[in-house]
């Protein structure tokens, strides 16, 4: 079956440009996770949406950084007035139990 | 706060090796560990997952051990080939954090033909 996707798959943008990132979780799985993937800072998790409950923020960096499930299905992450330092890979995994499916990823490059 | 090392960062075998790479992690009150397999512009693929109350799980030439009491986790692979050269990540879901991964920094394996 259809795995996780991701798009853009790269993405270039000036600083001080919002961004929006999507990820098509696996049909059915009611968890999905935003990961950051950086130079010198390893993986790191963002955000976790568990079905209908309030999402877990505490990774996220900064207030520039939001996400949105909608229907319990695709989620957005947006940056906002993106920094040279936000330029990382952006992974998305979604799962129905214990194992996390990932995502191919975003590049993102802020110049 | 959970942290998760890995061991060595750098690995280059020749093809036909058996090799093990090491995981560490801080805070042994895990949910699971799993260890992932990164290709360079790809994804993560999912490996093995070791429940905390498992020892080991092994699939095909893979084998990944836990001693959660010591923080420690091992991925054996045997009979090693060029196909495996990829890098390694250990990940561990810790209880109290929503079952959000911890990732190491991940060993780079290369398999020598």
């Known amino acids: 079956g259809a795995g996780v996707s991701q798009s853009p798959s790269n993405k270039v943008t000036e600083k001080g440009k919002d961004v929006e990132l999507r990820c098509d979780p696996i049909?059915?799985?009611?968890?999905l996770y935003w990961y950051r993937q950086s130079l010198g800072q390893g993986l790191e998790f963002l955000i976790y949406?568990?079905?209908?409950?309030?999402?877990?923020k505490s990774g996220l960096p900064s207030d520039r950084f939001s996400a949105e499930r909608t229907g319990g299905s695709v989620s957005t992450l947006t940056i906002q007035r993106t920094q040279q330092e936000d330029s990382a890979v952006y992974l998305c995994?979604?799962?129905?139990?214990?194992?996390?499916?990932f995502g191919p990823g975003t590049r993102l490059l802020v110049l | 706060k959970q942290e998760v090392t890995q061991i060595p960062a750098a690995l280059s075998v020749p093809e036909g090796e058996n090799l093990v790479l090491n995981c560490s992690f801080t805070?042994?009150?895990?949910?699971?560990l799993q260890w992932f397999r990164q290709d360079p512009g790809k994804g993560l693929t999912s490996l093995l997952l070791?429940?905390?109350?498992?020892r080991e799980q092994t699939s095909g030439r893979l084998n990944a051990s836990l001693d959660k009491s010591s923080g420690r986790s091992t991925l054996y692979i045997a009979a090693s080939q060029p196909g495996d050269s990829a890098t390694y990540l250990c990940?561990?879901?810790?209880?109290?954090?929503?079952?959000?991964?911890?990732f190491g920094s991940g060993t780079q394996l290369t398999v020598l033909p």
């Open positions: 995994a979604s799962s129905s139990g214990e194992t996390q499916y």
């Open positions: 990940a561990v879901s810790t209880q109290g954090s929503a079952r959000q991964l911890t």
């Open positions: 070791i429940q905390s109350s498992q």
């Open positions: 049909s059915g799985h009611t968890a």
């Open positions: 805070d042994s009150a895990i949910y699971n």
């Open positions: 949406f568990q079905g209908n409950s309030a999402p877990d």
